[in-house]
């Protein structure tokens, strides 16, 4: 790939998720996309105390990156019977957790991935979801990163110019149909859209910096 920036590891549970994800907190993002449990809820890994882990990696976030937007998506269907009674016990908790951070002013944003049903899991292992699911879980993170612009709460990300001051370079937030298979015109915020094959995945985002995007997977 042209260009490399992103990382991919493989079973990565909630807090594995989180602590590589911490390297990048330098880059500043305003802007954070947070997917993860599925690999806890298929492997039994902590699950009582997983939706809090995952609060806890928010919180890190927020920590590190108090000027950015944290939008945190549910887990789409599992196939399996017993997987996905656990997925559905995981999403029930998630709105408590991330109301505990709205409530003293954390800028977090708890993405439903509904509209992602089983028919959009692949047969195959009944975990990945099939293009059309990936297209539509781009689709639910861009319409967040729309209306969170709408509530005002995605500033300027901050910049490292040349001469090595700190400054703000405006984002601009366009609202566009994410269309199957073509990915929308680069210099919107959400130019970066195309459907991507991730469940576990923290992607930074810095929008609008100097005309350029920073995004950083971590599978």
């Given at each position: 790939?042209?260009?490399?920036?992103?990382?991919?590891?493989?079973?990565?549970?909630?807090?594995?998720?989180?602590?590589?994800?911490?390297?990048?907190y330098?880059?500043?993002?305003?802007?954070?996309?947070?997917?993860?449990?599925?690999?806890?809820?298929?492997?039994?890994?902590n699950?009582?105390?997983?939706?809090?882990?995952?609060?806890?990696?928010?919180?890190?976030?927020?920590?590190?990156?108090?000027?950015?937007?944290?939008?945190?998506?549910?887990?789409?269907?599992?196939?399996?019977?017993?997987?996905?009674?656990?997925?559905?016990?995981?999403?029930?908790?998630?709105?408590?957790?991330?109301?505990?951070?709205?409530?003293?002013?954390?800028?977090?944003?708890?993405v439903?991935?509904?509209?992602?049903?089983?028919?959009?899991?692949?047969?195959?292992?009944?975990?990945?979801?099939?293009?059309?699911?990936?297209?539509?879980?781009?689709?639910?993170?861009?319409k967040?990163?729309?209306?969170?612009?709408?509530?005002?709460?995605?500033?300027?990300?901050?910049?490292?110019?040349?001469?090595?001051?700190?400054?703000?370079?405006?984002?601009?937030?366009?609202?566009?149909?994410?269309?199957?298979?073509?990915?929308?015109?680069?210099?919107?915020?959400?130019?970066?859209?195309?459907?991507?094959?991730?469940?576990?995945?923290?992607?930074?985002?810095?929008?609008?910096?100097?005309?350029?995007?920073?995004?950083?997977?971590?599978?």
């Amino acid at each position: 790939m042209s260009n490399n920036r992103h990382e991919g590891h493989k079973g990565f549970p909630i807090g594995a998720v989180g602590n590589t994800g911490k390297l990048d907190y330098v880059e500043r993002p305003n802007i954070v996309l947070l997917l993860a449990g599925t690999n806890d809820v298929v492997f039994k890994i902590n699950l009582k105390i997983a939706p809090e882990v995952l609060g806890r990696v928010v919180d890190d976030i927020v920590s590190a990156c108090p000027d950015a937007v944290v939008l945190v998506a549910t887990l789409p269907p599992l196939l399996d019977r017993n997987r996905e009674a656990r997925r559905v016990a995981f999403n029930a908790a998630l709105p408590a957790v991330m109301e505990q951070r709205t409530e003293v002013g954390k800028h977090v944003l708890l993405v439903d991935l509904a509209t992602v049903t089983t028919r959009h899991i692949n047969a195959t292992d009944g975990i990945h979801p099939i293009d059309e699911g990936y297209r539509l879980i781009a689709d639910a993170w861009y319409k967040s990163i729309v209306h969170t612009d709408q509530k005002g709460w995605i500033k300027a990300p901050i910049a490292k110019p040349a001469n090595g001051e700190v400054d703000r370079v405006k984002p601009t937030i366009e609202a566009r149909p994410i269309i199957a298979g073509r990915p929308i015109v680069a210099g919107t915020s959400a130019g970066f859209w195309s459907p991507f094959r991730m469940l576990a995945a923290l992607v930074v985002v810095s929008v609008g910096c100097f005309g350029a995007f920073r995004v950083y997977l971590k599978i």
